[in-house]
């Protein structure tokens, strides 16, 4: 057999004049392109509305529930009989300690040199006024020229005369004695009762104000997560200052 014997087939592949994208044609492959970006904004659209029926994201629902938390501690402790006082007021510390720890661990430290500083910009003092003692005064003595009077008296009966002014009668006048020093003690079991119950009474009234304490965790929040100007950043130098050394 010659290779002439065989006939030449026909072209597998004939060109196109459309160019094709990922396989597809042009119109199609835009067609499924938009229609993925619609679905990608519904789901969006979708979870921010399901995240406003439910109260906001979880950073947004934080302080209302923060407050929730606390609170209902501190109405379990409120509602405690004299036996379970003590164990429901420490639960009411761990609830404290777990939610709001680190704000209150900040503001302690802050709070004293702030209140200095509040009170040296108001450029006000308190002080004790000074009592001068005057026991020992001695009366003051006659003018240059005028010879000094004295006065004899005579007393029957052996009475006994009073001092003279200006003569020291021998008796010192008795220094006023220290004040006691306080001492600590420990409580007894009605004064730690009576204790613990006006101490989470007064939480309590503080803390039951929803709408001003919400409003503070959520201020405290928004100035925890602000992030402070370059220019702030800055040292008197010109330096910036490196976070890095802090870590």
């Given amino acids: 057999m010659y290779p002439s014997d065989f006939e030449a087939a026909d072209a597998v592949f004939t060109p196109r004049d459309e160019t094709l994208f990922l396989g597809l044609p042009p119109l199609l492959a835009l067609i499924l392109f938009l229609l993925l970006l619609a679905l990608a904004a519904g789901m969006f659209f979708l979870g921010r ?19 929730k938390a606390v609170l209902n501690a501190s109405m379990a402790a409120m509602a405690a009989s004299s036996d379970e006082l003590k164990s429901r007021a420490k639960a009411l510390r761990t ?14 430290g802050v709070n004293g040199p702030v209140r200095d500083l509040d009170a040296a910009l108001k450029g006000e003092i308190k002080e004790t006024p000074r009592v001068e003692d005057k026991s020992h005064d001695h009366h003051p003595a006659p003018p240059a020229g005028i010879p000094p009077v004295t006065v004899n008296q005579i007393f029957v009966g052996g009475a006994t005369p009073p001092p003279q002014a200006g003569h020291d009668d021998g008796h010192k006048p008795d220094k006023p004695k220290p004040e006691p ?31 001003e304490r919400i409003r503070e965790l959520r201020e405290a929040r928004r100035a925890l ?4 100007s370059p220019a702030a950043l800055r040292a008197p130098d010109g330096r910036v200052w490196d976070q890095s050394r802090s870590r």
Avoid at 181 to 200: C, D, F, H, N, Y
Avoid at 225 to 228: A, N, Y
Wanted: proline share 10%.
């Fill in 181 to 211: 020093k306080p001492e600590t003690r420990p409580m007894t079991g009605p004064e730690q009762i009576e204790a613990l119950s006006k101490a989470v009474r007064a939480f309590y009234d503080h803390w039951s104000r929803g709408p």
């Fill in 95 to 108: 609830a404290i300690d777990d939610h709001l720890g680190p704000v209150l661990e900040v503001g302690k």
């Fill in 49 to 67: 509305w399901h995240a406003e029926q439910s109260g906001g994201s979880d950073a947004d629902r934080a302080p209302d529930d923060i407050h």
């Fill in 225 to 228: 997560s602000r992030r402070p």
